[in-house]
Nanobody, 126 residues
């Protein structure tokens, strides 16, 4: 069982920045792929970004490329999502997710991941 706790959400004006953090309880964090998803009211949960377990490969949905950066610190069991140039359409609850994997694979579907945090709210005002 892996527990994930997100933090760093809040209210920000359009064009501003936030950094989300997700702390994991996994004993061997470097064996887990990590992903960030978001869900706005009335919409399905959507993929935002993912990072492989140890070689640092990253993937982004098109709408955040060039604005968001996912990173991880395996020594701190933490994954980050640096968000810049925020837009009102980025408003959502943001969730981190993880899956144990023996490869450098990542997923962009919620069904690929095994464990989820409870989310942190990001609100971008216009």
């Amino acid at each position: 069982q892996v527990q994930l706790v997100e933090s760093g959400g809040g209210l920000v004006q359009a064009g501003g920045s936030l950094r989300l953090s997700c702390a994991a309880s996994a004993r061997t964090f470097s064996n887990y792929a990590m992903g960030w998803f978001r869900q706005a009211p009335g919409k399905e949960r959507e993929f935002v970004a993912a990072i492989s377990r140890s070689d640092g490969s990253t993937y982004y949905t098109d709408s955040v490329k060039g604005r968001f950066t996912i990173s991880r610190d395996n020594a701190k069991n933490t994954v980050y999502l640096q968000m810049s140039s925020l837009k009102p359409e980025d408003t959502a609850a943001y969730y981190c997710a993880t899956k144990f994997t023996s490869s450098q694979a990542t997923g962009d579907s919620p069904r690929w991941y095994d464990y989820w945090g409870r989310g942190t709210q990001v609100t971008v005002s216009s």
